[in-house]
């Protein structure tokens, strides 16, 4: 396939007259192959908007890995049209195409496309559940849709859309997800069996979703939106995932905090702290060691940032990712200034520093760091969040927080590996 630079590599010749008619035409593919039956469908669809009985469309695949999602559009005659994907999605999007102009009346034109922009993608704050918040929730929103993310008719309508216009990439952004969607045979008490959310009367427009600004004891903070077993969750979201797939769109999950509800105190969730400060042996991997590794992988990123900073010019997300790569250089000095805050704080407060799971802008960590220090000598400590019993209502009892307001709620890395 020859290329031409834009959006979509294309080549166009005029094949005829818009598409015009009473009757529906028909419409050929793989029924085992769901990209092209989704684009059939749109074809099948437009086809019996227009009426035209007289055109003939075939889908087919010819594999050719040098071009992923390219397509050409063919004449075979005056009412004969075929789509040829290099791959099932190329043939869904060219089908896709040719929809399209069936529908604005325009004339379907020869054609070959080639996508340039190969990862064209969506950022969507997920949020699973007031106990697996998204990554920001700020607002009601969040909140009052939480139920929505498990309607799997949402997410039918959604990624079709999607596919409509012709994105590849679903990112789902939250702070730990996994006890809302996975089951551990290991750990059963991490995983969670129905879905919740802050109740109404709670919510506010500016609320944040930190749990730390509400009541926590006062019956009904949460309420139960959607009663579901962990393992109805997981095929949900199976369901959800093979959806996509049959779109052409590729999943994927960022997190930040690393989340334990219901295994705190038991599997030695919490014993890595207290092991690092008596100079025990331990299992598993702490965050000091993951900041051991960023700073490894950080360094080359290091070297480059002169030159990438020299080129940035006014783009300010690029300069704010060169800055988190920059404090990411430096993860060591700031644990080190970590244990030296701890080594003024109480004995318990020490192993909360070390817990740790966000290793970003680190001026701003410690500047925490030190004022809650002030505020551990001077107030003592302070409790935050634990859930607790939720399948028969929701049941709220303070724990140690494990550190910066902003990390709500936070837990240690699960220390343990088997």
Same mark, same amino acid.
């Given at each position: ?13 005029? +094949?005829?007259?818009? !598409? ?5 035409? @028909? ?8 990209? +092209? ?5 749109? +074809?099948? &669809? ?7 009985? &007289?055109?003939?469309?075939? !889908? ?5 890995? @040098? ?11 005056? *009412? ?23 529908? !604005? ?100 427009? $500016? ?19 959607? =009663?579901? @077993? ?43 702290? =207290? ?21 490894? $992988? ?25 800055? &988190?790569? /920059?404090?990411? *250089? $430096? ?5 080190? /200034?970590?244990? *030296? ?8 407060? =020490? ?6 799971? $966000? ?6 960590? +410690?500047?925490?760091?030190?004022? /809650? ?14 859930? *607790?019993?939720? =399948? ?27």
């Amino acid at each position: 396939m020859n290329k031409m630079p834009g959006p979509f590599l294309w080549l166009l010749f005029v +094949l005829g007259t818009p !598409l015009q008619g009473r009757a529906a035409g @028909s419409v050929h593919w793989d029924a085992k192959t769901p990209p +092209l039956e989704f684009a059939a469908q749109e +074809l099948e &669809d437009a086809l019996e908007e227009v009426g035209r009985e &007289d055109i003939q469309v075939a !889908l087919i695949v010819k594999p050719d890995d @040098s071009s992923p999602e390219a397509f050409q559009i063919r004449s075979l005659g005056p *009412a004969e049209i075929e789509i040829v994907g290099s791959d099932a999605t190329g043939a869904m999007y060219g089908g896709l195409e040719v929809a399209d102009l069936i529908r !604005l009346g325009l004339p379907v034109e020869k054609q070959q496309r080639t996508p340039f922009v190969k990862k064209r993608g969506i950022k969507f704050n997920n949020p699973w559940d007031a106990r697996t918040p998204s990554y920001d929730d700020t607002g009601d929103a969040a909140q009052k849709n939480i139920d929505t993310i498990w309607d799997f008719e949402f997410w039918q309508a959604y990624l079709d859309d999607l596919a409509r216009y012709r994105y590849n990439v679903l990112s789902l952004w939250s702070t730990h997800p996994y006890p809302s969607i996975i089951q551990l045979e290991e750990y059963p008490e991490v995983a969670l069996d129905d879905v919740y959310r802050v109740a109404d009367d709670i919510v506010q427009p $500016h609320y944040k979703n930190r749990l730390q600004d509400v009541d926590l004891d006062k019956p009904g903070t949460l309420q139960r939106v959607k =009663k579901i @077993s962990i393992e109805e969750k997981i095929n949900h979201w199976q369901r959800v995932f093979q959806y996509a797939e049959d779109r052409g769109i590729e999943i994927y999950l960022f997190h930040w905090n690393v989340m334990t509800f219901g295994a705190t105190g038991i599997h030695s969730v919490e014993e890595w702290g =207290k092991a690092i400060v008596t100079g025990q042996p331990l299992k598993g991997i702490t965050p000091l060691q993951v900041a051991d590794r960023l700073d490894e $992988h950080a360094a080359p990123a290091l070297d480059a940032l002169p030159a990438l900073r020299a080129e940035m010019g006014g783009n300010v997300e690029l300069q704010e990712t060169l800055n &988190d790569i /920059e404090g990411m *250089a $430096h993860l060591k000095d700031a644990v080190d /200034e970590s244990k *030296a805050y701890a080594a003024i704080a109480s004995s318990q407060y =020490k192993t909360q520093l070390m817990a740790r799971t $966000h290793f970003m802008d680190w001026n701003r960590i +410690l500047a925490e760091v030190e004022k /809650e220090v002030a505020t551990v000598q001077r107030e003592g400590d302070f409790p935050e969040v634990r859930f *607790a019993n939720l =399948k028969e209502g929701a049941h709220l009892r303070p724990k140690p927080s494990f550190g910066c307001s902003w990390m709500q709620p936070t837990a240690m890395f699960r220390s343990t590996a088997r």
